[in-house]
T-cell receptor, first 115, second 115 residues
Framework: AQSVTQPDIHITVSEGASLELRCNYS??????LFWYVQSPGQGLQLLLK??????LVQGIKGFEAEFKRSQSSFNLRKPSVHWSDAAEYFC?????????????FGAGTTVTVRA | DVKVTQSSRYLVKRTGEKVFLECVQDMDHENMFWYRQDPGLGLRLIYFSYDVKMKEKGDIPEGYSVSREKKERFSLILESASTNQTSMYLC??????????????FGPGTRLTVT
């Protein structure tokens, strides 16, 4: 079955430390891949997306993600976390090769930033 | 600036009541979506619409219906609210551009409590 998995429910990181959030997908062909962030009390905001080409994608707020076909992964990273990065992060996919606009989301990873 | 608004941030209703959640976007987008967000489950698609008066079921349509009489407005209806429909409801929109890769723009969400 097609699925999106975020293995980490909750991550705590110190301010200034690096952050990596994991995302794995199970689809027949490489889907379109997205990372969204939801700050407390807010809707979702797109951080970055991958369709093809360079496997290292730069996004907003200093985030980047790396697509690894061999591992069916699209992990999100940030070299130095700020307190404002405390939020919930969602990996999402849209099947490629179709006109399907529906996003399928992972369960989310909550990030806590400690001073 | 892109904007998706939802009629209420917080809503408390009683079991058996008919509930309307309204979503309006000002971007002239064709596609609109309703999701519910629950801890540990991420976002799940309830219904979506590709155009005025068109609707399709998502992954969890049971207990919900929708209405799209105007392009900018997409309403979610709970015909007879139940306690298991207590959740955060998020609306999103995206343009019809021949590509599923377009960003979905999210509203701030409505937190519905059914007592």
């Amino acid at each position: 079955a097609q699925s999106v998995t975020q293995p980490d429910i909750h991550i705590t990181v110190s301010e200034g430390a690096s952050l990596e959030l994991r995302c794995n997908y199970s689809y027949g062909a490489t889907p379109y891949l997205f990372w969204y962030v939801q700050s407390p009390g807010q809707g979702l905001q797109l951080l970055l997306k991958y369709f093809s080409g360079d496997t290292l994608v730069q996004g907003i707020k200093g985030f980047e993600a790396e697509f690894k076909r061999s591992q069916s992964s699209f992990n999100l990273r940030k070299p130095s976390v700020h307190w404002s990065d405390a939020a919930e992060y969602f990996c999402a996919v849209v099947p490629s090769g179709t006109n399907d606009y529906k996003l399928s989301f992972g369960a989310g990873t909550t990030v806590t930033v400690r001073a | 600036d892109v904007k998706v608004t939802q009629s209420s941030r917080y809503l408390v209703k009683r079991t058996g009541e008919k509930v309307f959640l309204e979503c309006v976007q000002d971007m002239d987008h064709e596609n609109m979506f309703w999701y519910r967000q629950d801890p540990g489950l991420g976002l799940r698609l309830i219904y979506f619409s590709y155009d005025v008066k068109m609707k399709e079921k998502g992954d969890i349509p049971e207990g919900y219906s929708v209405s799209r009489e105007k392009k900018e407005r997409f309403s979610l209806i709970l015909e007879s609210a139940s306690t298991n429909q207590t959740s955060m409801y998020l609306c999103a929109s995206t343009p019809w551009g021949g590509t599923p890769r377009s960003e979905q723009y999210f509203g701030p969400g409505t937190r519905l409590t059914v007592t």
